[in-house]
């Protein structure tokens, strides 16, 4: 199991950037792919992107592609989600998570919330 801590969320306006970011503990990590996920109001949890355990192999979906970079840095045990021109569909609460521990029912962090404005 993963404990997941996400971070960086804000209110920002359309055409606006964040970061986020998420602290892993657990001795997984470094061998795992990890991803990121976002749930907006009234829909369910979507994959956003996803990246290899060696940070060589990345997908993004297509509503993000071009947009948001998904990164990790194992020595310090983060995952990172860079978005740049945010749109007011990217409103959402955004989790990161192993996509094998998630297809098996892993659990979740909090979350952090994102919230871009028209």
């Known amino acids: 199991q993963l404990q997941l801590a996400e971070s960086g969320g804000g209110l920002v306006q359309a055409g606006g950037s964040l970061r986020l970011s998420c602290v892993v503990s657990?001795?997984?990590?470094?061998?795992?792919?990890m991803g990121w996920y976002r749930q907006a109001p009234g829909k369910e949890r979507e994959p956003v992107a996803r990246?290899?355990?060696?940070?060589?192999?990345?997908y993004l979906a297509e509503s993000v592609e071009g947009r948001f970079t998904i990164s990790r840095d194992n020595t310090k045990n983060m995952v990172y989600l860079q978005m740049i021109s945010l749109k007011p569909e990217d409103t959402a609460i955004y989790y990161c998570?192993?996509?094998?521990?998630?297809?098996?029912?892993?659990?979740w962090g909090r979350g952090t919330q994102v919230t871009v404005s028209s």
């Open positions: 998570n192993a996509p094998g521990l998630v297809t098996r029912g892993g659990s």
């Open positions: 657990g001795p997984a990590f470094s061998t795992s792919s």
């Open positions: 990246i290899s355990w060696n940070g060589i192999t990345t």
